[in-house]
C-alpha cells in the first residue's frame, strides 16, 4: 500500500474561535503503482487534503500512512526529510525556482532528501521526458510544456513511492494538457509509483481508471461530532 | 547541491542589490586594510630600534625633537655640544662607539637634510642586524659626500655629481660656496638615511660661516663646563691660543700669505652624538643616561621611548580612530545587508515554501539565507581585502617614492587575523531575522500566495 488515509479530520481556527471543519475521511487508499484523480470542487478541501499527504499540514487527528510509516505521527524534521525521500509533487503553478536551469531544478528535489544527489539520475530524468537538450537552460527560457516537464521531473528525481499532482494541467492549453497528464502517468508507470491528481476538470479526470469524487468520502460534519458529543 | 550553492543561486538572482551589498563590505574592509598598511608601515618606521645605538645624546631640551632631529630628520636640531664633550665621552668605559651628527643644513636641491658624521657611522649598523650597502667609496676629502637612496633617485645624483649646500634650511637662502661630490650611495633601508646626504664632519667644520664668533663659543663653554673646571680650562686655553693665532695672522703685512689657523677642537660642535654602550651590560646604558639626567650638560634618550609614547599617545589613536571608522562603515554595510536580504524575505515567501515542499527542512532554509548573509558579508570582506592588499602593492612603489615610507603591502597586520570572524559574526548578526523569518515560514501558506 502506497497511501492510506484513516479517520482523517482537519478543521482551520475562525477569527471569532469557532473552528470550520474542512475534512473528515475515515478511510482512503491507494495501491502501489495505482493511479487515481481526485475531483472536487473549488474550496471543498482538496488542496488541504493534498497537503495533509504531503506532511505540509497536519491533520486534527488520524493517520496518513505512507510506504507503510505514519506521515502525521512524526516530528517535523523527520516528516521534511521523508517527504523529500517518499513523495513527489507536482504544483498547479510548476513552481520552478527561476534562479535554477532546469537541471538544478531537479537536482533541488534531490538536495533534501539526505541521500545526496544523483546528477545522471537527473540527467536520465529530463531526458526522459524530453527535455535533454534543454538542461541548462533557467526555467523562463523555457515554454509552460517544458516548464511543467520539469516539474515531472523534479516530482520524481528522488525515487519517490507517492507523486501527487494539484492540478497539473490547469494553466496549460488544451493542446498540451493531454501530452501532460500523458507524461506524468507514463513515466509515474515506468518507475512504478503510486499517482494521486487532484482535478476539479472532469475532462482530465476522465484519462484515468479510477476517478474518486472528494465529497463522496469527505464528511467534514464528522469534525464536530466530539465536541457535540461532549456537549 | 549543498547549501552554499543554493544561497549563491540566490544571491545571483539578485545580482544587483547583492553586488552593492558586497560591494559597501568591500569597500569598508578595503579602507581598513588601508589604514592597517599605512600605519603598520608609519608603526614599523618610528618603533622599530631604527637606530643600531642604545642612547643619542643631545642638549637638554626636549627628547623627542632630539630623535626626531638626530634619527628621523625631520625636525630642526636643538642645540648644540662641544666637540671636547664627545672626546670626552669616548673616553668613558661604558661607551663602545660614539658617533658625532652635526646637522642643519640641506641640499640645495630637494632639500634634503645634511649631516656631518664620521665613517663609523657607516661602519655600525644602522639599524639591529642591518648594515649599509654602499656602492662606491668611501669618504676621503673634505667635500666628499654619501648620499641616500631617496635622494639619488628625487634629485638624480649619482657618482661624481657635484651640489651645493643651504644653510640653515629650506627657507634659508643662504647657499654656502663650497661644492660637494657625491662619492658614495646608499642602497635603501627605509629609514630617515635614504633621505640624508652625509658630508666628512671635518668638510661640514670648514664650510665658511659655520664657525661661531670665538667670544660666543667661550659663553657657551663657560656654560657648558661651569661645573668641570678642569676641562673648562684646558677648552678656554685651545680658544687663546686660537685667538692669538688670529690676530697674529691679521697682524702680518700679507695675512693672505699665511696659512688660516687650524681651529681647535674647542671651536667645534656636534649637534648629537650616537652611543653604543656594551652589550653585555645593558645597565650601562640606563646608568649613563641617568647620570647626564643629573647634570645640567646634556641628556641621553633612548631612541625608541620617545617616539613609542608618540605613537600610543597620537598617531595610535589617530589610527584606532580611523579603524573605528572603517569598523562603523563596514557595521553600515552590515545594516544594508540585513535590509537588503529581509526585503527580498516577502518576494522570496513562495520560493521558500516550493523548497519546504520539496523536503527542506526549516533548519534548510534558516541555513540558507544565513549562508546568504554569509557570502555577502565573507565574499565583499574577502574582495574588500583583496582589494585593499591590491591597492597597496600597486601604490606602494608611488608611496615609497613620495614619502620615503617603506609599505610593504605584503606584510599582515595581526587585527586582520580577527577580519573574518568578525565578518562571519556580522554575517550571523544581520541574516538571523531574515533567517528566522524563512524558518517560521508556514508552507502551505506560502504555497497559496
Not at chain 1, 473552528?19 to 493511479?35: D, K, N, T, W
Not at chain 1, 497537503?51 to 496518513?64: E, F, K, Q, Y
Not at chain 2, 632639500?111 to 649599509?132: L, R, S
Not at chain 2, 531574515?434 to 501558506?445: F, S
Request: proline letters at 5%; one cysteine or more.
Amino acid at each position: 500500500m502506497s497511501l492510506l488515509l484513516e479517520k482523517i479530520r482537519k478543521s482551520y481556527a475562525q477569527p471569532g474561535g469557532e473552528r470550520l471543519p474542512v475534512l473528515g475521511i475515515e478511510h482512503y487508499s491507494l495501491a502501489q503503482g495505482e493511479q487515481a484523480a481526485l475531483l472536487g470542487s473549488s474550496g471543498g478541501g482538496k488542496t488541504t487534503l493534498l497537503n495533509i499527504i504531503a506532511g505540509i499540514l497536519t491533520p486534527d487527528s488520524g493517520r496518513v500512512i505512507i510506504d507503510g510509516r505514519d506521515l502525521a505521527a512524526m516530528p517535523e524534521v523527520v516528516r521534511d526529510r521523508y517527504r523529500a525521500a517518499k513523495i513527489g509533487i507536482v504544483f498547479q503553478t510548476f513552481n520552478l525556482l527561476p534562479a535554477f536551469t532546469a537541471l538544478e531544478n531537479v537536482l533541488l528535489g534531490m538536495a533534501f532528501s539526505g541521500r545526496g544527489v544523483d546528477r545522471g539520475f537527473a540527467r536520465t530524468l529530463l531526458e526522459t521526458v524530453g527535455l535533454g537538450h534543454r538542461l541548462n537552460h533557467s526555467p523562463k527560457r523555457l515554454s509552460v510544456g517544458e516548464q511543467q516537464r520539469v516539474a515531472v521531473a523534479r516530482a520524481l528525481a528522488n525515487r519517490p513511492v507517492l507523486l501527487l499532482a494539484d492540478e497539473p494541467t490547469a494553466n496549460v492549453d488544451p493542446a498540451n494538457q493531454q501530452k501532460i497528464l500523458d507524461l506524468i502517468r507514463n513515466t509515474c508507470r515506468e518507475h512504478n509509483v503510486s499517482l494521486l491528481m487532484v482535478t476539479h476538470s472532469l475532462e482530465a479526470a476522465g484519462l484515468f481508471s479510477r476517478v474518486d469524487r472528494l465529497q463522496d468520502f469527505n464528511h467534514p460534519e464528522l469534525c464536530r461530532q466530539p465536541q457535540e458529543q461532549s456537549a | 547541491m549543498n547549501l552554499l550553492t543554493i544561497a549563491w543561486k540566490s544571491l545571483r538572482q539578485r545580482r544587483l542589490a547583492s553586488s552593492l551589498t558586497a560591494l559597501s563590505i568591500a569597500l569598508g574592509v578595503m579602507l581598513m586594510v588601508l589604514v592597517l598598511v599605512i600605519f603598520g608601515a608609519v608603526n614599523s618606521a618610528f618603533t622599530q630600534r631604527s637606530v643600531g645605538y642604545d642612547l643619542i645624546i643631545g642638549p637638554k631640551g626636549s627628547e623627542l625633537q632630539l630623535v626626531l632631529s638626530a634619527v628621523y630628520r625631520m625636525q630642526p636640531p636643538i642645540e648644540n655640544l662641544p666637540y671636547p664633550y664627545l672626546e670626552q665621552l669616548r673616553k668613558d668605559r661604558r661607551v663602545v662607539s660614539a658617533v658625532p651628527l652635526a646637522f642643519g643644513d640641506v641640499t640645495e636641491q630637494g632639500d634634503f637634510p645634511i649631516v656631518g658624521t664620521t665613517t663609523e657611522y657607516f661602519e655600525n649598523e644602522y639599524m639591529p642586524g642591518q648594515k649599509f650597502m654602499i656602492r662606491g667609496q668611501r669618504i676621503g676629502k673634505l667635500f666628499d659626500a654619501i648620499i641616500g637612496a631617496a635622494v639619488a633617485r628625487e634629485n638624480g645624483w649619482d657618482l661624481g655629481t657635484s651640489f651645493s649646500i643651504v644653510h640653515g634650511g629650506a627657507e634659508s637662502e643662504d647657499v654656502h660656496d663650497e661644492k660637494f661630490t657625491v662619492v658614495a650611495v646608499l642602497a635603501p633601508t627605509g629609514t630617515a638615511n635614504d633621505r640624508t646626504v652625509f658630508l666628512n664632519l671635518q668638510g661640514f667644520y670648514a664650510i665658511a660661516g659655520h664657525e661661531k664668533p670665538i667670544d660666543e663659543v667661550e659663553k657657551r663653554l663657560r656654560d657648558f663646563y661651569s661645573a668641570d673646571p678642569e676641562r673648562l680650562a684646558a677648552s678656554l686655553q685651545q680658544l687663546q691660543q686660537y685667538r692669538e693665532a688670529i690676530a697674529a695672522r691679521a697682524a702680518a703685512p700679507d695675512p693672505s700669505a699665511l696659512p688660516a689657523p687650524v681651529s681647535p677642537e674647542a671651536m667645534k660642535e656636534v649637534t648629537a652624538i650616537l652611543v653604543r654602550t656594551r652589550p653585555e651590560t645593558p645597565f650601562d646604558a640606563i646608568s649613563l643616561s641617568a647620570e647626564l639626567k643629573k647634570g645640567i650638560q646634556a641628556m641621553a634618550v633612548n631612541p625608541v621611548r620617545p617616539i613609542q609614547r608618540l605613537m600610543s599617545g597620537l598617531i595610535g589613536n589617530v589610527q584606532k580612530a580611523l579603524v573605528v571608522l572603517t569598523v562603523i562603515i563596514i557595521l553600515v554595510s552590515g545594516v544594508g545587508i540585513f535590509v537588503s536580504i529581509y526585503n527580498s524575505m516577502s518576494d522570496r515567501r513562495r520560493e521558500i515554501g516550493i523548497m519546504r515542499a520539496l523536503g527542506a527542512g526549516r533548519h534548510h532554509v534558516f541555513g540558507i539565507v544565513l549562508a546568504e548573509s554569509a557570502l555577502l558579508c565573507c565574499g565583499g570582506g574577502l574582495a574588500g581585502w583583496l582589494a585593499g592588499h591590491g591597492l597597496a602593492i600597486a601604490s606602494a612603489p608611488w608611496v615609497i617614492r613620495q614619502t620615503g615610507l617603506l609599505i610593504n603591502p605584503w606584510a599582515l597586520n595581526s587585527l586582520e587575523v580577527w577580519l573574518f570572524p568578525i565578518l562571519a559574526g556580522l554575517a550571523v548578526l544581520v541574516g538571523f531575522l531574515p533567517a528566522m523569518t524563512a524558518y517560521r515560514t508556514d508552507v502551505a501558506d506560502a504555497l497559496a500566495s
